[in-house]
């Protein structure tokens, strides 16, 4: 399952790298004795801590300029680098455990989605949360895990920050503040760990930096770094059992014989499911490696460039959830799942001075090349628990299990059916930030800039069955059970054997094949000025001009072969199959588009308020007033299959509008006799337009993204600090009550009109017209048609938005003291948070259950001397299973009976050893 080869050549890598990092530190060793004074780096991406009595003052950029957190007028929480490492942060599901108002939802590293104040879409082509590295965006909505090493801070804004940061920042942004080179100044640290998970595998992780100081105006920073994390999932022997959930509670294990019917009645044809041969315990470890270079050249007075690269790879296996129907931290997997995700930024920042204007400039390139494979079985089985008819889904004749040709053909011999996922995704993305602020010596100043994004997705998804390229043929359609002596035998003797192969293209029975470019242009500005001596108003619009294109391919071998799909290179309608050429040449994107390609665009504004009164020495209240927006999109039509009385059709999907989000928030922010600090803010968000994204009935699988309709969410957020001579006692938590404002009616198919449209009106349960069936007719319960029903009403009025918690939080208490020497410390956290709902459509969530509220609790000690540090740790120490989210591998209403829930980290400890120069 693992490349051991691999695994040794990334361990020499890292080997390596701290070895060059070692030696180029040695050289420098006796000028860093002599070196002057640093000098401080651009403003930009300054952070400093100094000391204010008590506390330690944390210089953010969060507004695009240098101040101190307790004078921003919004709500961010920033981590300073020694606070990320104290607490063991290594990845995103480090970090958003400890801010109160971030969320996030997927199923593994590099695969998560993050989220603020509830604000949880489902669908849509954007994402929700801003994400930087520095001054650039790599925004996406699978982000990729960074390194925390070598970093000054991470930001957290909470609420929308159109204003500044444009599209992709609707409920918030997270910024990774990296340490940036110092003139004049030698740096040297390296830093070591061994980690067990408390009945999981062994890991670790070696890091360096450096800092060199070339001349006095040029210097050199470099960071390297690699990890193993052991795994805690184990994927455990079925045994002949086949564990999933009962049709009445998908949550109640229901073992049953691991046999597939095949898609009929016919005893002679079944598959035996065995995961026998890669059963493995710990089987979802990780594997990654990266590091970054950076350069400060003060090229005159005033004047300063700084270009950097940071480049990571991360190879994480299996899923990070598990199945509590198969036992603990447990699942039944059938194939290989890994992710490979490698991805590079490169950035250049220009900070200089047009007389007494601050000018900076900032460029961005990233790159992000995925190789995911994933179990897909359970779709597998899901198919064949509908029963009979579905042979042609499930029987295909292995070749190797064939005798004769042409009509003394024979097959007898069944395909392994299970469905596998892979994948390949690349994106590229070039960004071009301009701004410019007016002189200090002004009573007021204004930062306009000019922004501009090009990314362009590049999709390869297929949903596949190994050999499926190769086989012979497959059984039609109910024809195991209508004429079983037609067994393996070709139509054309009288068999049901259909010759050749569903496959679209290699092995994919479904094939996603698409091209994304999406423009983003925007000018913006933002303005200060005090209205009164301790009085200040802020203002900020932004203009933005957005649109993307998509074209490609999605759909089964049927889909090809008909309307809309044109086979490029000739204009034909419909496509060869298999698919042989290059990629792109089959589309169904947009039938009306001589080159069957999608198109969106929109343009519009947000706007921002704040005013702020420093109506005491440190102690701020503000309020604020921002809005943001989250582009809609197109959607591509969809073919719904055949029923029992009407013909297969296609329909129009109409594109799905902009989201919206307008925030109006109260805060305050105090410093009490340097020994108290509390910041605290009071916000309601009004959410309009939420993209949904669904299943619609008969589309085989296939999605829409909608709008359900508004939604509000009233929250309180809170960072709190108290030192107490030796002891330091800090706590932050976040309230977030969110509930859907008005119906949210559902979507569907009117094969009559040809569209997909959301029902106008919508009824609960055993009302009358609360379900309608593919005719567009209305019933009173799920009975009462033979047709597939689907329930008008998809969310009530105030029904709860999901996958936030309604309260979350973390306290650390820490005790600093002299040991002997040496100094040291205790520290002890709790995090904890309450239970939250996991679809916003009604019955999904019953399908897959709320989680339950959880606390865990932290531990860690550590000496330092001298330049070295030692530090032991324990992570959820008592081992408590808390769950954050569940998911499935399809649509909610099939496969809820196999659904994965993800908890937080078991108990997880180690010893750290630290050297600083």
């Known amino acids: 399952m693992t490349d051991k080869s691999g695994r040794r050549s990334q361990a020499l890598r890292a080997l390596c790298l701290s070895t060059i990092l070692t030696g180029i530190a040695a050289p420098y060793a006796a000028f860093a004795q002599e070196a002057p004074a640093p000098q401080a780096t651009p403003a930009d991406d300054t952070a400093t801590t100094n000391s204010t009595g008590g506390f330690d003052e944390i210089i953010v950029t969060a507004t695009r300029k240098a101040e101190s957190v307790q004078k921003v007028p919004i709500a961010i929480q920033a981590l300073s680098s020694d606070f990320l490492a104290q607490r063991q942060v290594k990845g995103l599901q480090d970090y958003a455990a400890l801010l109160p108002s971030v969320s996030f939802a997927g199923i593994g590293p590099g695969r998560n989605e993050v989220y603020f104040r509830g604000i949880v879409p489902a669908g849509g082509a954007y994402a929700s949360v801003g994400y930087y590295l520095d001054e650039i965006p790599i925004t996406g909505q699978e982000v990729p895990d960074i390194q925390v090493y070598d970093m000054e801070r991470l930001e957290a804004l909470s609420g929308p920050q159109g204003t500044l940061f444009g599209a992709g920042s609707l409920a918030g942004v997270l910024r ?151 036992g603990d931290l447990q699942v039944h997997d059938y194939d290989l799942t890994r992710n490979d995700d490698k991805w590079v930024q490169a950035a250049l920042t220009v900070h200089g001075h047009i007389g007494d204007f601050d000018l900076v400039s900032a460029t961005g390139y990233y790159y992000r090349n995925r190789k995911i494979n994933n179990d897909y079985t359970y779709y597998t089985v899901t198919y064949d628990s509908f029963g009979a008819g579905y042979e042609n889904y499930l029987q295909f004749f292995d070749k190797a299990g064939c005798t004769g040709s042409g009509a003394s053909l024979r097959c007898t011999t069944l395909l392994n059916p299970n469905q596998y996922y892979h994948t390949v995704q690349k994106n590229k993305k070039f960004t071009q930030e301009v701004r410019l602020t007016t002189p200090k010596t002004w009573p007021f100043d204004v930062t306009v800039g000019a922004f501009y994004q090009r990314q362009k997705n590049q999709t390869d998804n297929n949903y596949a069955i190994r050999g499926l390229d ?103 309608v419909g496509c060869p199959l298999p698919l042989t050429g290059p990629r792109l040449q089959c589309r169904n994107t947009n039938a009306l588009d001589p080159e069957s390609i999608g198109r969106y665009s929109e343009q519009g504004q947000t706007h921002k308020v704040v005013v702020d009164w420093q109506f005491a020495d440190q102690k701020l209240l503000y309020f604020n007033y921002s809005t943001g927006f989250r582009p809609g999109g197109y959607s591509r039509p969809l073919r719904l299959r055949a029923t029992d009385t009407l013909p297969q059709a296609v329909v129009a999907a109409p594109p799905f509008k902009s989201e919206t989000l307008t925030n109006f928030e109260i805060g305050f922010k105090g410093t009490f006799n340097n020994v108290f600090r509390l910041n605290a803010a009071i916000y309601l968000e009004k959410w309009n337009n939420i993209q949904y994204g669904l299943v619609i009935p008969g589309a085989q699988g296939a999605g829409y993204t909608g709008n359900a309709g508004k939604a509000e969410v009233k929250g309180i957020e809170y960072d709190a600090e108290l030192k107490l001579g030796k002891m330091t006692i800090s706590s932050s938590g976040a309230f977030n009550d969110g509930k859907l404002k008005g119906n949210f009616c559902n979507f569907f198919a009117d094969r009559i009109k040809g569209t997909i449209s959301q029902l106008s009106s919508c009824a609960p349960a055993g009302e009358a017209g609360s379900y309608i069936d593919v005719n567009g007719d209305l019933f009173d319960n799920p009975d009462a048609s033979s047709n597939i029903l689907t329930p008008t009403l998809a969310a009530k009025n105030g029904t709860r938005l999901p996958r936030q918690p309604k309260f979350k939080g973390t306290t650390t208490i820490r005790y600093d003291t002299d040991f002997g020497s040496m100094k040291a410390y205790l520290q002890g956290a709790a995090l904890y948070q309450t239970g939250a709902t996991q679809d916003l459509n009604e019955a999904n969530n019953a399908a897959l259950g709320n989680t339950a509220g959880f606390v865990s609790f932290d531990f860690g000690a550590g000496l330092r001397k001298d330049n070295w540090t030692a530090d032991i740790f324990i992570q959820n120490a008592f081992d408590r299973r808390g769950e954050l989210t569940r998911n499935t591998f399809c649509s909610i209403a099939v496969c809820a009976g196999s659904s994965r829930t993800f908890p937080i980290r078991p108990q997880f400890f180690g010893l750290k050893l630290g050297y600083r120069y």
């Open 176 to 326: 990774f503040i990296t340490a940036k080179p110092k003139i004049g100044k030698f740096e040297f640290g390296a830093d070591s760990e061994v980690n067990k998970f408390g009945k999981g595998g062994y890991g670790g992780t070696i890091k360096s930096y450096i800092n060199i100081p070339v001349s006095d105006r040029l210097a050199i920073r470099a960071m390297g770094y690699y990890r193993k994390e052991g795994g805690y999932i184990d994927n455990t022997d079925n045994k002949g059992q086949f564990v999933s959930g009962t049709s009445d509670n998908p949550l109640q294990p229901d073992p049953r014989p691991a046999v597939l019917n095949l898609g009929d009645d016919n005893p002679a044809t079944f598959f035996n499911l065995s995961n026998a041969a890669i059963a493995k315990k710990d089987y979802n470890p990780v594997y990654e490696y990266g590091g970054r270079l950076s350069m400060l050249w003060d090229v005159a007075d005033g004047w300063e460039v700084s270009p950097s690269a940071t480049a990571q790879r991360q190879i994480s296996y299996g899923y990070f959830g598990f199945d509590p129907r198969v």
């Open 470 to 572: 190769q086989i012979v043929g497959y059984t039609e359609s109910g024809g195991g059970d209508s004429n079983p002596a037609g067994f393996g035998i070709p139509q054309a003797q009288g068999g049901t054997m259909i010759l050749g192969t569903p496959a679209v293209r290699g092995d994919a029975y479904y094939l996603e094949e698409f091209d994304t470019l999406y423009h983003d242009t925007a000018v913006f500005a933002e303005a200060h000025y005090n209205i009164l001596p301790k009085v200040k108003i802020t203002g900020g619009i932004r203009y933005f001009w957005t649109d993307y294109q998509v074209v490609g391919f999605q759909g089964v071998g049927a889909s090809a072969a008909i309307a809309p799909s044109i086979f490029l290179p000739t204009g034909a």
